[in-house]
C-alpha cells in the first residue's frame, strides 16, 4: 500500500513530469512514453500493473494526483480518430490495492480525447500530425472552453454550432462559417513549390513521350525552385523560366514546350488562375502542360475551406479539381482539346495535327522486327543498307511515303524502289510476320479513330502526314477507315460481345466477370477490348505505375491496379488502384499501401503474354505451386497472411521465383 507520504512525493514528481498531460487532478501518459518517466514513477506504475491480469489494451496510463490511483484506459483508435472515444478504464487504488473495470464501448456518450500530442514524446510517428490538428483547433478557438468538450456529443454539438468537420486530422469548414470568418487567411503560395532533384512527373512524362526532340525549347511558367529547368537542360535542350517569387526577375519567354506545373491548383484568386493559364498559352508554341492536384475520392488533404478550394497546414491554397472537371476547366479557357497524359494531366496541343499524331502514337503496339532466319547472299550485301528500311516497316506497318526515310536516295539508287528493295527483305525473313505487323498497325489504327469519334474524329486534313500515309497503305482511303473503325465502335457497348472475347482470350486471368491482364498485354488483345478498355484512358488516362488492368464484362467498368513489385516479388502485394465507371465516366481511387494484410497475386504468369522476359519463370512457380495444393483454396490465400499461413501448413518457403521445402 501506499503511505501519504509516499504518495506525496509521487504527486511532487507528476507535477513536474516533462512528459504526458498534465490536468489539475492527474497526469495522463501514452503507454509508449512510460519508459521515459522518472524511475520513481515507473517504480510506483509497475506496482499497479502487478495487481491488473492484463493491460495489452491499454493506451493512457493516469496518475491520479488527487488521490493514490492509477487508471489504464483504452482507447482502441487513438491514433486513427482525431479525438478518440474511451473504451474502457481499469481503475487501481494503491492505497486498498482494490482493482476496478469500468465500459464505455456502448456508451452514447463516452470521453474523448484532445491535444493528442501531450500525451506522446516527440519522437513518436505522428506526434507533427497531432500537433497539426491542435495548432488549426486552437487557432479557430475550438478548445477554448476545455470544461465543455470532453464527451463526444459536447464536441459533436461545438463541430455542428461552428459548421465545422473533421475528416482524419483534418479540419474543414466552408468559407462562411462562424470559426472561419473570425480568421484572417493569409496565403502563402510560394511554400507550394516543392523541392525536388528530379525531373516533376509532368515533365518527365512529356519527355518519355518523345515531345521533345532535337533544337526542342522549353520554359517553365511558375516555376518554383526551377529543378525541371536544371534537368531540362542536363538533357541537352534550351530551357528557361519564370516564377513570381524564385524569379521574378526573369523574362517571359516563348518556347516549344511550355509547363505549368501546378499553379493553377494553388491560385486562390479565380480570375488570376484563369489569366495564369491564358498567359501560359500564349508563349506556347507547340505543346503547353498542364498539372494540378486532382481529387479522386478523397478530400481528405485540406484544413479550412477557402473560395473553391481549401488552405493546406502550410497557409498554402489548394483546389482539388475531379480529373474531368480539370479538363473541361482546360478546354473552355483555351477553347482548345486537352489529351490526358496521366491523373491530373493534360496535353494541349497548338496544331492539331501533332495533337492528332500523338493520340495515334500511344496507341501503337511495340512490335519486333522480323529475324533473318537464313543467309540470302544479296541480303546479306546490303543488310546495313535494309536495316532503316525493316525498323520503318516494324514501327508503322507499311513502306515509307516520299521522303520519310533518311535513307530514301541510297535504297532507291541501289534497288530503284521501296518495293524492290523489300523483296530482297522477304527472301531473308518470314513473310508472315511482316503480314503480322501490317494487321497489327491496322488494329491500331482503327482503335484510335474509333476512341476520336468521341470527341469529333479529325477531319482528314487535320492528321499529320504519316498518319495520312498509314491509312492509304492499310485501308485505301480514310472513308473506309472510318467506316470500319464506327462498326467496331458499334460494339464496344454490347457487353455480351465483350464477355465472349474475354472469356475466349489465351491472354489474361479469367476471374469472375472479369478479365485481368499486365499492362504490357493490353496491345495483344483484340480490337474491341483495347477500344473498351480506351474508354477509360482516354478521359483519364491510366493510373501512373498501375500494372494490371481488370476488364469487366458483367457491368460497364475498368479498374487499374498498382503492383510495384510484380517481376521482383513472387507474389505482389497491390498497393493502389483506380476504377474507372464507363456508365458514368466516375472515378474512384483507392491508396492501401498501409493495408497490414494486402491482397496479393498468383499465377502471374496468366496476366502477361508469353514474350514477356519472366514469362518462363512465372510459369515455372505457378506449376509447382499448382502440385504442390497451394492454390486449392483461393479465398483462403487471397490476402498476405492467409498466403503465409498456407506456406507454413504446408512447410514451404518461397524464394525469389523458387519454390522449396524448409
Not at 466477370?513 to 477490348?529: M, N, T, Y
Amino acid at each position: 500500500m501506499v503511505t501519504l507520504e509516499k504518495f506525496s512525493t509521487i504527486v511532487s514528481y507528476c507535477k513536474n513530469s516533462k512528459i504526458g498531460k498534465h490536468l489539475p487532478d492527474a497526469l495522463y501518459v501514452h503507454t509508449d512514453a512510460l519508459s521515459d518517466l522518472d524511475p520513481m514513477l515507473k517504480e510506483y506504475e509497475s506496482r499497479a500493473r502487478n495487481l491488473v491480469n492484463s493491460l495489452d489494451c491499454a493506451t493512457i496510463v493516469k496518475f491520479g494526483t488527487d488521490r493514490p490511483k492509477i487508471s489504464y484506459l483504452y482507447y482502441p483508435d487513438f491514433d486513427r480518430d482525431p479525438h478518440p472515444q474511451l473504451h474502457q478504464s481499469i481503475v487501481v487504488d494503491l492505497a486498498t490495492e482494490q482493482v476496478s473495470v469500468r465500459q464505455y464501448h456502448n456508451s452514447h456518450n463516452p470521453p474523448i480525447l484532445h491535444r493528442k500530442e501531450t500525451f506522446v514524446n516527440e519522437n513518436y510517428p505522428l506526434y507533427q500530425t497531432f500537433a497539426e490538428l491542435t495548432k488549426k483547433e486552437v487557432a479557430l478557438g475550438l478548445l477554448d472552453n476545455s470544461r465543455h468538450i470532453g464527451t463526444l456529443q459536447e464536441w459533436t454539438r461545438l463541430l455542428l454550432q461552428e459548421g465545422v468537420s473533421l475528416v482524419d486530422h483534418h479540419v474543414a469548414c466552408p468559407i462562411d462559417s462562424p470559426v472561419a470568418q473570425k480568421q484572417t487567411i493569409l496565403i502563402e503560395r510560394h511554400k507550394a513549390a516543392l523541392k525536388r532533384s528530379e525531373l516533376s512527373r509532368p515533365v518527365r512524362i512529356a519527355l518519355e513521350a518523345d515531345l521533345f526532340r532535337e533544337g526542342t525549347t522549353f520554359f517553365d511558367y511558375g516555376c518554383g525552385c526551377g529543378e525541371d529547368i536544371k534537368q531540362i537542360k542536363n538533357h541537352g535542350y534550351a530551357a528557361s523560366g519564370w516564377d513570381p517569387f524564385y524569379r521574378p526577375n526573369t523574362n517571359l519567354e516563348s518556347a516549344d514546350i511550355v509547363n505549368l506545373g501546378y499553379i493553377i491548383n494553388v491560385i486562390e484568386d479565380i480570375a488570376e488562375r484563369r489569366q495564369a493559364l491564358i498567359k501560359a498559352w500564349s508563349l506556347t508554341q507547340r505543346v503547353l502542360i498542364i498539372s494540378a492536384q486532382v481529387l479522386v475520392d478523397d478530400r481528405r488533404r485540406g484544413l479550412v475551406a477557402y473560395g473553391d478550394g481549401v488552405v493546406t497546414n502550410r497557409n498554402t491554397f489548394q483546389k482539388y479539381y475531379e480529373q474531368e472537371e480539370l479538363k473541361l476547366y482546360i478546354e473552355q479557357v483555351l477553347e482548345v482539346e486537352s489529351i490526358p497524359a496521366g491523373l491530373g494531366i493534360y496535353l494541349v496541343f497548338r496544331h492539331e495535327t501533332e495533337a492528332e499524331f500523338f493520340r495515334a502514337s500511344r496507341l501503337y503496339s511495340r512490335l519486333s522486327t522480323p529475324r533473318i532466319q537464313g543467309k540470302v547472299r544479296n541480303f546479306e550485301d546490303y543488310r546495313d543498307l535494309l536495316t532503316p528500311l525493316m525498323d520503318f516497316y516494324t514501327k508503322r506497318g507499311r513502306l515509307p511515303a516520299k521522303g520519310e526515310l533518311a535513307s530514301e536516295a541510297a535504297i532507291k539508287e541501289e534497288f530503284r524502289s521501296y518495293q524492290r528493295a523489300f523483296k530482297l527483305i522477304l527472301q531473308a525473313t518470314d513473310r508472315h510476320e511482316w503480314d503480322a505487323i501490317a494487321e497489327k498497325r491496322r488494329q491500331d489504327l482503327l482503335v484510335y479513330l474509333a476512341l476520336g469519334k468521341f470527341s469529333g474524329r479529325p477531319t482528314i486534313r487535320k492528321l499529320s502526314p504519316e498518319i495520312k500515309a498509314d491509312v492509304k497503305a492499310l485501308f485505301g482511303s480514310y472513308k473506309q477507315a472510318c467506316t470500319i473503325a464506327d462498326i467496331l465502335l458499334i460494339h464496344v457497348g454490347d457487353l455480351k460481345k465483350i464477355a465472349n472475347l474475354c472469356q475466349t482470350s489465351n491472354i489474361g486471368k479469367q476471374l469472375d466477370g472479369a478479365i485481368a491482364v499486365h499492362i504490357s498485354a493490353l496491345e495483344k488483345l483484340p480490337p474491341l477490348l483495347r477500344l473498351y478498355e480506351g474508354c477509360a484512358s482516354r478521359n483519364f488516362y491510366r493510373l501512373e505505375n498501375a500494372n494490371i488492368v481488370k476488364i469487366y464484362y458483367n457491368k460497364p467498368k475498368i479498374t487499374y491496379l498498382v503492383y510495384p513489385e510484380f517481376d521482383t516479388q513472387a507474389h505482389p502485394t497491390l498497393q493502389a488502384t483506380m476504377e474507372v465507371d464507363l456508365h458514368n465516366l466516375s472515378v474512384t481511387y483507392h491508396d492501401i499501401s498501409d493495408e497490414t494484410n494486402p491482397l496479393i497475386l498468383h499465377q502471374k504468369d496468366a496476366l502477361v503474354a508469353p514474350d514477356y522476359p519472366s514469362y518462363k519463370k512465372f510459369v515455372r512457380l505457378t506449376k509447382k505451386e499448382q502440385n504442390s495444393g497451394l492454390l486449392k483454396n483461393r479465398d483462403a490465400i487471397r490476402r498476405l497472411h492467409g498466403w503465409l499461413r498456407c506456406l507454413r501448413e504446408n512447410e514451404l518457403v518461397i524464394e525469389g521465383h523458387k519454390l522449396s521445402s524448409k
